[in-house]
């Protein structure tokens, strides 16, 4: 595999996404090709599961249930998206991958962390971000922002804005766990810092990995 796989991770309102948007728009300045793209959704199936996950039902789904569907959206993912496109030497930007499933379905929900791991790395056909970006921001920070902004709101994604916090609380350190034993993948950023402060040291970290790529 001969290209670059980057994902962006945090609690909700970390501000991932547009970071995620600058280093697309950045590597593109630079004559980059660029795959951006987001978990769960990528592919057609994959979005109409995403309207499963993210919109509310009565009586709620429950935790497997909603574990089987990320891991269904993630394996055609790879398959459709994100294989080819590594194959083909292309950088990928993906908005969330396994270590969310990790964060929200293990630590947030309670599932066991290393069934969960397995049937992840199941799911992914084995594959791993070379760098993971963690925007690591306090949920009840976090909540507030994505609160102020509409687009939850237009799009009727707030299934997990709808957690309490205390849930938010456990992903955040479920995320700052994972970064831990990964230190090597994951970065651990303060999502409070201004966007360009934020963009400046994500821009620089991602030159330095395609500068020894080179070498
Ligand atoms: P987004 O709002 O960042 O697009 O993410 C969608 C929501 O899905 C977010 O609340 C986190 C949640 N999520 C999981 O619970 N497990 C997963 O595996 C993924 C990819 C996202």
């Known amino acids: 595999m001969g290209g670059l796989f980057i994902t962006f991770e945090g ?6 996404t547009t970071q ?6 950045a590597l593109q300045r630079a004559g980059r090709a660029v795959i951006v793209t987001r978990e769960p959704g990528g592919t057609a199936a994959g979005e109409a599961i995403r309207k499963i996950l993210l919109t509310p039902h009565d009586p709620d789904l429950s935790s497997r249930a909603e574990l089987l569907l990320y891991l269904a959206a993630r394996a055609q993912h790879v398959t459709e998206i994100l294989r080819p496109a590594l194959d083909r030497g292309a950088i990928v930007l993906c908005d969330r991958f396994t270590d969310a499933t990790l964060a929200y ?4 929900r309670g599932l066991p962390l290393p069934e969960l791991e397995r049937l992840c790395a199941w799911a992914a056909d084995g594959l791993t971000p070379h760098r993971t970006f963690l925007l690591d921001l306090d949920p009840a920070v976090g909540l507030q922002r994505a609160q102020t902004r509409n687009s939850h709101l237009v799009s009727g994604e707030i299934r997990f ?10 992903v955040r350190a479920g995320y700052l766990d994972l970064a831990h034993r990964e230190p090597g993948r994951i970065r651990v950023l303060d999502a409070a ?7 400046a040291v994500i821009w620089e970290d991602v030159q330095e990995i395609l500068e020894g790529s080179r070498e």
Request: aromatic share 6%; charged share 25%; hydrophobic share 30%.
């Open 161 to 170: 804005e709808l957690e309490t916090l205390p849930f938010h609380q456990r």
């Open 11 to 16: 609690v909700e309102g970390s501000g991932k």
């Open 20 to 25: 995620h948007r600058l280093l697309a728009e």
């Open 193 to 199: 810092w201004p966007v360009e402060k934020l963009q």
């Open 105 to 108: 379905q293990g630590s947030g």
